[in-house]
């Protein structure tokens, strides 16, 4: 590739990124002088990235050309043909609730450096961000996997905050995620709102189907994950792809979002749009929110855990490397060509694999029915219906701990100044019992002693008077706003009761600090083996846990004080019960309602144990009557786009387009050879007892993708193509068999 116009003096014969993105041009650029014994140059690098554009820039220019050749040029075609098993239609399905599964996450990885002048002071002596140096470069990457800057700032609202003032929840499950703000940090609008001065683009912000195809990215700028980027996303796949069942970790919160907008609330409603908590981050949120919004009861959902995002950073994140210091347009063309790549060559790879694995674990979880027929005899529940309705009074009892009755409370602040007043008279007949000293004559040396202590008690006398006066009041109140007439004393039943409830209140906060408290816990020991986890965030991460191991054992011991106060005592938790929680849901059954539910079946291990089983089996039959669509779905996409580009290609040959027909035939190539090994894990897992999916070639739906009036022509049974009698042209046999050689080597 030469990197210049007309009398170039270098040309570029190698080229290897893709499969390595941490490799920057400069260790490229050093490693090709390596190999041809020469010493590097500073000026190689900068030729090296423009023959890599022009490289990139021919392949878009050419791929563009296939796509019009092919008819394939239609706005938002890839987008509607990202995922064969998701979106390649055909005939005679049988509709399924939420068709379509994604997920959409932010990540901070991708950040690109802001090139500005030396920081500069006002008048008042404040540091002033210096100006922009960035270099103007007004190229735009081809493709439509981003959305545009301007299509993402349409969906930002300044009065957000207002109008989420003004929305009043209309049932009960649109406050179900209170609470799961506090855990999650891209739910903090102090946080999550603020510009970064270092950096221009912050991260990425993309979503994938459940098969892990990309559908579509944006940029975020200047910011953490705002809602807009999200808002823009949904709109849009809605728009294109219709109905959407939309995995997000903060699900629960951004389906209100989504609910309230004003131009977004219609669309979403008229599309059945539903926002979902992934199965990993679904952990951090209380029960209740689980309940509504977690995968695993949620109707339709099969067993797919909406993590995808985080699979794709795991591996995008090698790409930081190289785009920190990029231009915006390098850094756009880097993403997007990785995105490409990924698809293809990594996602299309790997396609069949998921869907074998996918069907694998659903018929393991259907082997455990009876194992779980043996649970219900035991504990003599006769249907499985029963645990339907033990989800009903447990998501009932979680709502009864939301708010505290009003009168409650009065009663229970009543009662802490009733014990205050008392405290407060007692005080005060102390210090009204105490005498005042004999003061000597005034000459005496003992005078001033006497006379400053018997300001002190006078002092005190007054304080205590006043501060009974203030208790006495607030008393008083309560009781006109209570309607209570005799005042309560330590041997009446109200008192009593009072004070078991603040007994309750007080394990409940202590039962929150504990909760809270392992959340952090939990979260920090996921980072400790996440990969690319550098040692010192290893040791940073190691000294935080043990700080926070005390933290957690003293308010284990708080938390198990007041639960010995409760009447009758709670049974006290030990230190191995909290590190061994799997579910921080887990915390929400101790909590203690207005009701007693520790004889409640739901309540018991084995109980629940049984009621989570019964729903993984439920979503087990939902992910195989989801993967008997998709595998015919994928079977008959292998075999419609080969018969398409062999018609093409023929017909790009006969027109005198030898070198398009050549580039279909490396399209077409590029994933045909995956198709074998597709086909050879799709037929072993047929073999497999209960497989029920079909494995013959099913008739493509007109608007699923490839145009079915174009395609190759099929024999009367619908499988293979037919022969039209007619010899093959010499040099396409030539070229189809170097093409098959080449593959081979």
Known sequence: MPVAAHFPSVVITVLLQLRCPRLGIQPFVRALCDVHGIAPRPYLATQFSVAFDIYLAIRARVHTRVQVALGRNTPNWRLRNACPACLYKLEGEAPIPLPLLATIDGNNSLKRFWRREREEFDADGKSVPGASKERLDNRVVPGDYYLPRIEVDKWSKEGLEDLMRGFVPGSEVEDEGEGCTERRQNMREDTTARAYGMYDETGIFPALCRHGFVLVVVDMVKSGELAKYGFAITAHLIHVLGELGLGYDIGCKFGKMVQMHPALSKLAADNNFRALVGAFHGHAHNRRCQLSNLATYVSGMGLEDLEGCESFFSKSNALAATTRYATAFHRQQAITTYMKHADTADAYQGLSVLLANKYRRALKIKGTLPLLRETMASMGVETRSVFETWLQKERAYLASLTKEPTQETLQMEYYQKLVNLCDHETRLNAIRGVEAPFIPAPQDTTYAEAAAQTRRI????????????????????????????????????????????????????????????????????????????????????????????????????????????????????????????????????????????????????????????????????????????????????????????????????????????????????????????????????????????????????????????TAAPRDEEGGEEVDDGGDEDVDAVADTLEHILRVTA
Do not use: C
């Open 458 to 709: 006078e002092t005190q006398r007054r304080h205590a008077e006043e501060v009974h006066a203030k208790t006495l009041a607030a008393v008083q109140d309560l009781e006109i706003r209570l309607g209570i007439e005799p005042r309560w004393t330590p041997e009446d039943r109200e008192w009593v009761e009072t004070a078991a409830m603040l007994r309750n209140r007080r394990y409940q906060r202590a039962l929150d600090e504990l909760e809270g408290l392992v959340v952090a816990r939990m979260f920090e020991l996921s980072k400790v083996n996440m990969s690319d986890t550098g040692y010192k965030l290893r040791k940073h991460i190691a000294k935080a846990l043990q700080a926070r191991s005390k933290g957690v054992k003293s308010a284990l011991d708080t938390y198990n004080a007041a639960a010995a106060a409760l009447s009758p005592p709670r049974t006290p938790l030990t230190w191995d019960q909290i590190v061994n929680y799997a579910f921080l849901s887990d915390f929400d059954l101790l909590r203690e309602g207005r009701e007693d539910i520790r004889s409640e079946p739901w309540a018991q291990p084995g109980g629940r144990s049984a009621m989570d089983q019964h729903y993984k089996l439920l979503r087990a039959d939902e992910e195989i009557a989801r993967l008997n669509l998709e595998i015919p779905r994928l079977v008959t996409y292998m075999a419609d786009e080969e018969a398409f580009l062999i018609h093409h290609e023929r017909r790009l040959r006969e027109e005198g387009s030898a070198g398009l027909a050549h580039q279909v035939a490396l399209q077409r190539m590029e994933r045909g050879r995956f198709n074998a090994l597709h086909m050879d894990r799709l037929v072993k897992l047929s073999k497999e007892p209960g497989f029920t999916a079909s494995l013959l070639r099913g008739v493509g739906m007109s608007d699923a993708g490839l145009p079915q009036d």
